[in-house]
C-alpha cells in the first residue's frame, strides 16, 4: 500500500490553517489528525461517461458518486445559492478546520460524504436515508439524514443544524478543471470511513466480495448519476 | 483518586467485622449509618485491575448505561470505565414487539457486551450490585467490592403491583403467569410462547398509568398481535385496557390503525383499570363492573424506580412514579452526592422512558462526568435529549408510525414538557412503509452506537 505522507493542517494550539484546493494535488494529511487527507484527483463524469461540467448539474438534484473508496458514496448538489466563504467548523473533539466553499462559476457546487457522522448511516445501492431536501419538501435547502433526524447545512460546509450528531457531514473537496470540467481531490473535515467499514464488513462483502475490494481507492474517474438512479429506495420521514 | 485495592480490603474488613459485631443485616441501613446502605457484600474486592486512573463506575448496562460507559471512556480517555451489568447478553426492548410476532429474528435484538466493552475499550464486569456505600464510594457485588469516583446508577425500571394488589401470591402470580413483557428476557419469551401458541379467545394487555416503560408500545403490542391473529387466522382479540382517558401518544395514528386494519381484532376500552382478578377463572374486573374474560394476557402494572435506588438511599417519589431517582434534574446528579449520577428510565423527569432518550441523555452526561475528570473549570451547558421513537402498526411489510420530540424546562410548572415535536402518524402507503424502513435504519443505528456492531 501507497505510504502517504501528512502535513498538519490545525496545528495542536488551535491556529487555524486554510486549505487551498490547489494544494491538495499533493498529499496532505494531519499526522493525528482527521481534518484533511487528499485522495487521487478524480474526474467526474456522467452517466453516459462524458466529463461533468456545472452546466450539467440539475440546480437541488441529488447525485451520488463513489469516492474516495469503492465502497464509500459522496452526496454532490449544485445549490440554488451561492455558498459561503470560509467557514470555520469544529469537528467533536473541538479541532477547528475551514471550509472554503463550493466551486463553479456561482460557487454552488458542493459535495459531502455520504455517510452521516451521527451513526453511520449511509447511501448505499439499497436505500438510502440522506438527502439533499429541495424546496418544498421538510428541511428545505438541508441536507438530512433520516436515520436520526440530522440536519445539515450544505451552504456552510454542512454544520449541524438540528440533531445529535456531533459534527459536520465530512466535505469532498472538488476542483473546476482548466477544461471546465469537476474533479474530485480529497476529504476535508472528519470522516468515517474507517468505523464505515469496521461496521458493515459483512455488507461490504456482499456487495464487492470483499471488505478490500470496497476498500480499492477510487483513481481517474468517477461516474455522478442522480440518486434516485443510484439507489433502489430514496428514504425520506 | 480511587481506592487502592489494600485500602479496599481493609475497608471490607472492617465493615464485616462491625456488621458481625452489631449483629446487623447485611442489606439493611441502619439509623446510625444511613449512608452506608446495603453496604457490604462479598466483603472481597472485585477482581479487576488495579489503576490510578480516575474511576467511574456505571451499573446497568442497558441502553443508557452503555451509552454513557462508551462516552465517558471516548470524553475521558484516561478514566477507567467499568459497566456492571446482572445479564451475561443484551436483549433490546426497543422493536422486541416485532421479535414477539415472529416478525424479525432474536439475532436483531440480542448483542454482545464483551464486544461493546473491547470496541469502546471500557471494562465489562458480569455481577449484580448489592450494596453502595455512598461515604465510602464502595458498590458491592455478587462477585465482590469495588471502588469508584464517579458512580452512575442506571438501573431501569422494576414494576409497581401496588395499586392492583398487596397480596404478594396474587402479585408473584401475575408476574409469573402473566409478565408484563417490558424487562427484557424471560418475559419477552413467555409473551411470544403466549401469541404463537395463542388458539382462541380473549388477549388482554393493560396500559397502566404513570411515566411508564415505552409510552407506545401497549399499543403497537397491540396492533402486531392483532395483526398476527389475522394473518394466521386465529378467532382471536387483543382487548386492550388503558388506565388513562385516551392513546397516550401518536394518537391518531394507533387509533386509525385500530379502527381500519384490525376492527374485528383489536377493543380498545379507555379509562379501564382493573380492580380484580380472579386468575383461577381468568377473568378480571374493572372499575366500570366489567367482567372481561381472557384466554391469555401480558398484564403491564405501574412502574417504580429500580430497587437498586432504595438500596443505594437515593430513591424518591416523582410526580410520576414511585421511588425514582432523587437527582438534580439537569445535572443528573444525586442529591447531596455530585460524585453519583442517576440516569435513564429511573430518572424522575418526565422524559420518554424510551431507547433514543436514554442513549442521548447519556452523551450528555458522559460529557459531565468527563469534564470533571479533565480539570475543566465550566461544566457543559444542558442539552435536552431526544426522542425519536417509531412504533410498528403492521408487520409485512413493517408498517410504522413515528414522533421525535425534544424537551424544554417550564420554569412555572417545575417541569419539562416536549418542545420541537413532529409526528408523522400516517402509516399507509409509501410514508407508513418508509417509516417502517426508518424504524429499522434507526435500530441499526443505536446498535451500532453502543456495540459498534
Known amino acids: 500500500m501507497k505510504r502517504r505522507s501528512f502535513l498538519k493542517v490545525v496545528s495542536a494550539t488551535g491556529m487555524m490553517i486554510a486549505i487551498n484546493p490547489s494544494m491538495i494535488n499533493q498529499v496532505l494529511r494531519a499526522d493525528d489528525g482527521r481534518l484533511y487527507k487528499s485522495y487521487a484527483r478524480v ?31 459522496t452526496l454532490l448538489i449544485n445549490l440554488p445559492n451561492e455558498s459561503a466563504k470560509d467557514v470555520s467548523l469544529k469537528d467533536e473533539f473541538g479541532e477547528a478546520y475551514l471550509w472554503k466553499g463550493g466551486v463553479g462559476s456561482r460557487r454552488t457546487i458542493v459535495a459531502y460524504s455520504g455517510i452521516c457522522p451521527h451513526q453511520l448511516t449511509h447511501i448505499n445501492k439499497k436505500d438510502s436515508f440522506i438527502t439533499y431536501r429541495k424546496k418544498g ?16 447545512d450544505p451552504e456552510h460546509g454542512c454544520k449541524v443544524m438540528k440533531g445529535k450528531a456531533p459534527q459536520p457531514m465530512a466535505s469532498i473537496v472538488l476542483e473546476v478543471g482548466d477544461d471546465n470540467t469537476l474533479y474530485a481531490v480529497g476529504v476535508l473535515g472528519p470522516d468515517k470511513y474507517h468505523e464505515f467499514f469496521k461496521s458493515f464488513r459483512r455488507e461490504l462483502k456482499e456487495q464487492f466480495g470483499s471488505k478490500r475490494n470496497a476498500k480499492k481507492e477510487v483513481v ?10 443510484y439507489t433502489q429506495e430514496v428514504i425520506q420521514l | 483518586m480511587s481506592l487502592t485495592r489494600r485500602e479496599l480490603l481493609k475497608f471490607s474488613s472492617i465493615a464485616a467485622v462491625a456488621l458481625a459485631a452489631t449483629g446487623c443485616s447485611l442489606t439493611e441501613p441502619t439509623s446510625e449509618n444511613p449512608e452506608s446502605m446495603g453496604s457490604v457484600g462479598m466483603g472481597t474486592p472485585a477482581e479487576l485491575a488495579e489503576t ?44 422486541s414487539n416485532l421479535w414477539v410476532v415472529d416478525a424479525i429474528k432474536l439475532e436483531f435484538l440480542m448483542h454482545d457486551y464483551l464486544q461493546a466493552s473491547r470496541e469502546n475499550n471500557y471494562t465489562f464486569f458480569n455481577a449484580t450490585v448489592v450494596g453502595v456505600d455512598k461515604t465510602q464510594k464502595i458498590i458491592s457485588t455478587s462477585d465482590g467490592d469495588i471502588a469508584y469516583d464517579y458512580l452512575v446508577l442506571a438501573p431501569g425500571i422494576d414494576y409497581d403491583y401496588s395499586e392492583w394488589t398487596s397480596d404478594p401470591v396474587l402479585e408473584r402470580r401475575l ?61 382471536g382479540k387483543v382487548i386492550l385496557l388503558d388506565e388513562n382517558p385516551n392513546i397516550t401518544i401518536k394518537q391518531d395514528g394507533f387509533r386509525s390503525a385500530f379502527e381500519k386494519l384490525y376492527g374485528d381484532y383489536i377493543e380498545y ?52 412514579n414511585k421511588m425514582e431517582a432523587d437527582i438534580n434534574v439537569f445535572t443528573y446528579e444525586v442529591n447531596g452526592y455530585p460524585e453519583i449520577y442517576c440516569t435513564g428510565d429511573a430518572r424522575p423527569m418526565g422524559f420518554s422512558k424510551s431507547g433514543n432518550t436514554a442513549n442521548t441523555e447519556g452523551v450528555y452526561v458522559a460529557k459531565q462526568i468527563a469534564a470533571k475528570i479533565n480539570g475543566k473549570k465550566e461544566m457543559p451547558a444542558w442539552e435536552s435529549p431526544l426522542t425519536i421513537c417509531f412504533s410498528a402498526v403492521a408487520m409485512e411489510p413493517i408498517l410504522a408510525i413515528s414522533i421525535n420530540a425534544g424537551y424544554a424546562y417550564d420554569e412555572k410548572q417545575k417541569a419539562f414538557g416536549f418542545t420541537d415535536v413532529y409526528a408523522n402518524e400516517k402509516w399507509d402507503g409509501r ?10 435504519e434507526w435500530a441499526k443505528g443505536m446498535y451500532r452506537d453502543m456495540f459498534n456492531a
Open chain 1, 43 to 73: 474526474q467526474l463524469l456522467n452517466a453516459e461517461g462524458t466529463p461533468m461540467t456545472e452546466q450539467m448539474l440539475e440546480t437541488s438534484e441529488n447525485y451520488v458518486f463513489n469516492y474516495p473508496y469503492e465502497g464509500t458514496t
Open chain 1, 137 to 152: 419538501e421538510r428541511f428545505e435547502g438541508h441536507v438530512v439524514c433520516d436515520g436520526h433526524t440530522s440536519v445539515y
Open chain 1, 220 to 229: 481517474s474517474t468517477a461516474v455522478a448519476m442522480r440518486l434516485s438512479a
Open chain 2, 52 to 95: 490510578d486512573a480516575p474511576k467511574v463506575v456505571i451499573v446497568g448496562g442497558g441502553w443508557s448505561g452503555l451509552s454513557i460507559a462508551k462516552y465517558t471512556k471516548k470524553f475521558a480517555p484516561n478514566a477507567e470505565v467499568i459497566l456492571v451489568e446482572q445479564r451475561t447478553e443484551f436483549m433490546s426492548c426497543p422493536l
Open chain 2, 175 to 235: 408476574r409469573t403467569e402473566y409478565p408484563a413483557g417490558f424487562k427484557p428476557g424471560s418475559e419477552h419469551i413467555s409473551l411470544r410462547n403466549k401469541v404463537l401458541d395463542f388458539e382462541e379467545g380473549n388477549f388482554i394487555l393493560t396500559v397502566p398509568s404513570g411515566n411508564y416503560r415505552c409510552l407506545p408500545a401497549p399499543y403497537e403490542r397491540a396492533c402486531l398481535i392483532a395483526d398476527y391473529f389475522k394473518k394466521e387466522g386465529i378467532e
Open chain 2, 269 to 320: 376500552l379507555p379509562g379501564s383499570k382493573i380492580i380484580n382478578f380472579d386468575l383461577d377463572n381468568k377473568k378480571v374486573e374493572t372499575e366500570f363492573g366489567e367482567i372481561i374474560e381472557f384466554a391469555d394476557a401480558a398484564f403491564y402494572p405501574k412502574v417504580r424506580g429500580s430497587k437498586l435506588l432504595e438500596i443505594a438511599g437515593v430513591a424518591k417519589d416523582s410526580r410520576f
Open chain 2, 431 to 440: 410514508v407508513g412503509k418508509n417509516n417502517g424502513k426508518g424504524l429499522m
